[in-house]
């Protein structure tokens, strides 16, 4: 069946970069697409970026100058990286499966402390 | 980018009663291969958002069928009829149409 999975590092200090990996199994990176979404803690969702089937990238306007997609295909993983990382940065990230966001992962929590 | 707005923020419902969330965009979400990717989530407290409808009108298997979609263009709407206690929850809807994609900002249901 159809799985998402995400993995990091729960806390990350101001300034740095957050690494995060959606490993997927029951589906083939090249055949559907991958979408990061995150929410701070108590607010909606936002849409950070997209991998698509065939390796396009999307990104979310406000993130895209800190924010980087990619994927490795023979291991079905997605990673998310994004840079200078703020306290508002502190929330959980999905990662779920395009076209139609049907399946998600359980979510990583992610602080943003000193 | 699109702008979904949502309304209203917070629906005040009693078991049994039927209720409707509204979506509004900004520009419409008919895609050029002639779908209409805009969707509707919810999203329970502490769990992770699930899909129950998609492409306007089209039921997530094993959703209820008290939840419907409808819509075109625009407007779009998500109905619950007959409101049942595990429904309780935030409602979202998305549109996967135009990227970036985007959010509404969410429905509160909760229990008059």
């Known amino acids: 069946q159809v799985q998402l999975t995400e993995s990091g590092p729960g806390l990350v200090h101001p300034s740095e970069t957050l690494s995060l990996t959606c490993t997927v199994s029951g589906f083939s990176l090249t055949g559907y697409s991958v979408y990061w979404v995150r929410q701070p803690s108590g607010k909606g969702l936002e849409w950070m970026g997209r991998m698509r089937y065939n390796g396009d990238t999307s990104y979310n306007s406000a993130l895209k100058s800190r924010l980087s997609i990619s994927r490795d295909t023979s291991k079905n993983q997605v990673f998310l990286k994004m840079n200078s990382l703020q306290t508002d940065d502190t929330g959980t990230y999905y990662c779920?499966?395009?076209?139609?966001?049907?399946?998600w992962g359980q979510g990583t929590l992610v602080t943003v402390s000193s | 980018d699109v702008v979904l707005t949502q309304t209203p923020p917070t629906l005040s419902a009693t078991i049994g009663q039927s209720v409707s969330i509204s979506c509004r965009s900004s520009q419409s979400l008919l895609h050029s291969n002639g779908n209409t990717y805009l969707h509707w989530l919810l999203q329970r407290p502490g769990q992770s958002p699930q899909l129950l409808i998609y492409l306007v009108s089209r039921l997530e298997s094993g959703v209820p069928n008290r939840f419907s979609g409808s819509g075109s263009g625009t407007d779009f709407t998500l109905k619950i009829s007959g409101v049942e206690a595990e429904d309780l929850g935030v409602y979202y809807c998305v549109q996967g149409t135009h990227a970036p994609y985007t959010f509404g900002a969410g429905t509160k249901l909760e229990l008059k």
């Open positions: 779920t499966r395009g076209p139609i966001f049907a399946y």
